[in-house]
């Protein structure tokens, strides 16, 4: 299931993406702006819905394997 979302969210990413250069290009009438801009928007939240959700899940795993001085272990073997 979290493939699904990491799927999702590639292409809302790459949805999003296509929408900036559109709006970039400065060409599109107004009103049509304004319903891209809304998507944009729509996609954002989504996007970092999914972001929220994924960092919840690595902190309940790092939590559940005591994975937070696992972390502060590897963090400080990264400074050698």
């Not at 060409?27 to 801009?37: I, R």
């Amino acid at each position: 299931m979290s493939k699904t979302k990491k799927i999702d969210l590639e292409k809302s990413l790459a949805d999003l993406e296509a929408l900036v250069e559109e709006l970039e290009s400065g060409d599109l009438p107004l009103d049509v702006a304004m319903k891209k801009f809304e998507e944009g928007i729509k996609l954002t939240r989504g996007c970092q819905a999914a972001l929220k959700d994924a960092e919840q899940k690595v902190e309940i795993l790092l939590k559940s394997t005591g994975g937070e001085e696992n972390l502060a272990a590897f963090e400080a073997g990264e400074e050698d």
